[in-house]
Structure formats: structure tokens, C-alpha cells
């Protein structure tokens, strides 16, 4: 995808965000996100889009001042939410993909910061919406990105050291268009290419869910499972964001 398309996304999914949390309200359970209300949701989604727009347009020395910042609580967080997307939005623009961003990972810029919040604005757009019983796919090609992404992301994943085998193999793959990835335990960590492979276990769903359940939204029920499917459970218990 494109940086523009990151940030059009942002300005399409922020918007149905809000509105599935409208609609289920701040003190609603999270089911995909069991220890959350819909008002821990907004917050934790809100400050991160004030945190990046802050890092894209100051570059601060501190990098996480804006995350110190108190929160908003009760029905208040829905406006304060909602007032987060387009600055967001804005700065990323104004930036540009190449501008200098602080991240976790090799890559330090502000287009790296537009897939990043692009691809988890999706996913909790979904968590909103399922908490208001209405969830609805996640855009298909911006769910390929997000598959893509999230393999880039394993390397820098804290838990990533644990993720390891005897080099079995998981074969994941799209069943609504283009999009096929194996994944291999090697003993030295995962090993991800973008190929027609036959794994020791196949997943096959729609690139929304097949991007939900490595981000623990759905479980292989929503999936065509062959082969062993004890690998994929483990798969599950070893990547868990």
C-alpha cells in the first residue's frame, strides 16, 4: 500500500471506530479485549494517535512525553477520541513518508508510522464494533498489508525470542484474493516468506480473518484448518500480542 492510502484508511476507520463505540457505549465489555471497556479501548487508541502525531511533528528528545499525559474518563472520552483522528492524520501528511519519526524498529520514519497506526486502527475499529455486536471485515487489501506487517513486526515483538521449533512449517492462506505466507519455526525464530508452500498445517480464511487471528480476534473455528492443527493452537499460545 501506498503512504496515502495509510492515511486514508486512518480517516475512513477512525470515524467507524467511533461510531461502534458510540453505539455500544463507553462502559461496554471488549469481548476480543476481555480486561477492557470500550472507554479503556478509546483511550488506549486515542493516546496513541496523539503520541505519534507528536513524535511526526516535533520529533521530540523525550519520545514518549505525550503518553504521560491524564486521560479522559467516562462519556468525555468519545469527543476526546474523536478529536484525535484528523490531527493524526494531518501530521502524517504534512510530513511525508520520509520524515524523521522515532520508532522501535530499524526504520525511523513517519511512513512507518502510517502503515503502523493504519493497520492497528483496523483492528480495533473491529474490537469496537464487535463490543456494539456489529463487526464488520476489515478492507481486504489493507488486511493483507496488515498480515505483511505483522510478520515484519515479529523480529522486534518482545516475545518473538520465544517463538522458535523444529523448523515446522504453517502454511497461511487467503481465500478472497492474493495472499499466501509460510511461516517456520526454525530454532533460531520464525522464518516468514511470501509463497504457494505446503505447510505442516494449512489456515485458509479471508485476509480479515486470517489477520484477526493472529491478532487473537478470532479463533481457528474461523478458519479451514488441514493438517496439524496442534501447531497452529501453538502457533497461538507463542504469538500472543
Given at each position: 500500500?501506498?503512504?496515502?492510502?495509510?492515511?486514508?484508511?486512518?480517516?475512513?476507520?477512525?470515524?467507524?471506530?467511533?461510531?461502534?463505540?458510540?453505539?455500544?457505549?463507553?462502559?461496554?465489555?471488549?469481548?476480543?479485549?476481555?480486561?477492557?471497556?470500550?472507554?479503556?479501548?478509546?483511550?488506549?487508541?486515542?493516546?496513541?494517535?496523539?503520541?505519534?502525531?507528536?513524535?511526526?511533528?516535533?520529533q521530540p528528545d523525550d519520545p514518549m512525553r505525550e503518553w504521560t499525559k491524564a486521560l479522559p474518563e467516562?462519556?468525555?472520552?468519545?469527543?476526546?477520541?474523536?478529536?484525535?483522528?484528523?490531527?493524526?492524520?494531518?501530521?502524517?501528511?504534512?510530513?511525508?513518508?520520509?520524515?524523521?519519526?522515532?520508532?522501535?524498529?530499524?526504520?525511523?520514519?513517519?511512513?512507518?508510522?502510517?502503515?503502523?497506526?493504519?493497520?492497528?486502527?483496523?483492528?480495533?475499529?473491529?474490537?469496537?464494533?464487535?463490543?456494539?455486536?456489529?463487526?464488520?471485515?476489515?478492507?481486504?487489501?489493507?488486511?493483507?498489508?496488515?498480515?505483511?506487517?505483522?510478520?515484519?513486526?515479529?523480529?522486534?515483538?518482545?516475545?518473538?525470542?520465544?517463538?522458535?521449533?523444529?523448523?515446522?512449517?504453517?502454511?497461511?492462506?487467503?481465500?478472497?484474493?492474493?495472499?499466501?505466507?509460510?511461516?517456520?519455526?526454525?530454532?533460531?525464530?520464525?522464518?516468514?516468506?511470501?509463497?504457494?508452500?505446503?505447510?505442516?498445517?494449512?489456515?485458509?480464511?479471508?485476509?480479515?480473518?486470517?489477520?484477526?487471528?493472529?491478532?487473537?480476534?478470532?479463533?481457528?473455528?474461523?478458519?479451514?484448518?488441514?493438517?496439524?492443527a496442534a501447531l497452529l493452537a501453538r502457533w497461538r499460545e507463542l504469538v500472543s500480542?
Amino acid at each position: 500500500m501506498k503512504f496515502d492510502e495509510y492515511i486514508d484508511a486512518l480517516r475512513r476507520d477512525g470515524p467507524r471506530m467511533h461510531t461502534g463505540a458510540q453505539s455500544a457505549g463507553v462502559d461496554a465489555q471488549v469481548p476480543s479485549c476481555p480486561d477492557w471497556t470500550v472507554a479503556d479501548l478509546l483511550r488506549h487508541v486515542g493516546r496513541l494517535h496523539r503520541w505519534v502525531a507528536d513524535l511526526v511533528a516535533n520529533q521530540p528528545d523525550d519520545p514518549m512525553r505525550e503518553w504521560t499525559k491524564a486521560l479522559p474518563e467516562n462519556d468525555a472520552v468519545l469527543d476526546w477520541f474523536g478529536a484525535g483522528i484528523e490531527p493524526l492524520a494531518a501530521a502524517l501528511t504534512a510530513a511525508g513518508p520520509a520524515a524523521p519519526a522515532w520508532s522501535w524498529t530499524p526504520d525511523h520514519t513517519a511512513g512507518w508510522w502510517a502503515r503502523r497506526q493504519a493497520n492497528e486502527l483496523s483492528v480495533h475499529c473491529y474490537d469496537a464494533q464487535l463490543a456494539a455486536n456489529a463487526p464488520e471485515a476489515i478492507e481486504r487489501v489493507l488486511a493483507v498489508d496488515g498480515v505483511d506487517e505483522l510478520f515484519d513486526l515479529l523480529p522486534y515483538w518482545s516475545g518473538s525470542g520465544n517463538v522458535r521449533g523444529n523448523d515446522e512449517t504453517i502454511h497461511f492462506h487467503c481465500t478472497d484474493g492474493e495472499g499466501e505466507w509460510l511461516a517456520r519455526l526454525s530454532p533460531d525464530g520464525v522464518v516468514v516468506t511470501r509463497e504457494h508452500a505446503k505447510g505442516d498445517v494449512a489456515a485458509r480464511g479471508t485476509a480479515s480473518d486470517l489477520l484477526l487471528f493472529l491478532y487473537g480476534r478470532v479463533s481457528a473455528d474461523q478458519l479451514e484448518v488441514f493438517g496439524d492443527a496442534a501447531l497452529l493452537a501453538r502457533w497461538r499460545e507463542l504469538v500472543s500480542w
